[in-house]
């Protein structure tokens, strides 16, 4: 019968002056005759950044309905580590930060009107866009630079940088190529690399 003892190697058992080389040292009074050492498992996470400015993935634009017709709004992604549904978090903050959202007066809840999401099913992201209302619904107050087209459409993704566009999976260009007029859901036509792990 044999007793198995985890051994747990850290940060704390880094080498100083290293940036990949760890050492655990027994204390002197363990008696290693007749013991087995091995690997029973091992978490290694990544911190590096996905997106940056320096791998130049780190903008996009979209077109955005207004009164006047639309607006190109640029947006520039921090550098960091995002998945689809941080990128997605980011985008609905730019949104909001900058003015471009309703809000329901009863219960707070705000709206934006385009998303990227994961479609599984089809190994794809999406970018979707909802239609923006011709007109301020009733019990909703709207963000300082929203208004509202003649007629109801959707904002549009220009992806602008071919790294950004490697990531999400889309070409260079407009998607939807014209201004949508029902809800719709644009799939990436290339294998998303929101990695290089």
Known sequence: MSTCYPIIINQ??????????????????????NIDIGLSS????????????????NQFQIIHPTMAGSSTLTITIPDGGYNISDLNNYLRFWLITNGWYIQNTASGDQTVYCE??????????????????????????????????????????????????????????THPTLAPTSITAVASTKTPVVSEV
């Open 42 to 57: 091992v978490s290694l996470w990544f911190s590096w950044p996905n997106i940056t400015i320096t791998k130049n993935n």
């Open 116 to 173: 990227f999401r994961v479609n599984p099913s089809i190994y794809s992201i999406e970018f979707v866009s909802y239609l923006v209302p011709n007109a301020l619904p009733l019990g909703f107050t709207a963000g300082s630079s929203i208004s509202f087209p003649v007629s109801s459409i959707g904002p549009q993704l220009i992806v602008n940088k071919a790294n950004f566009g490697t990531l999400i999976g889309f070409e260079l260009g």
């Open 12 to 33: 704390s058992n880094l080498v100083v002056g290293s940036t990949n080389t760890y050492q655990y040292n027994f204390s002197s009074n363990v008696d290693m005759t």
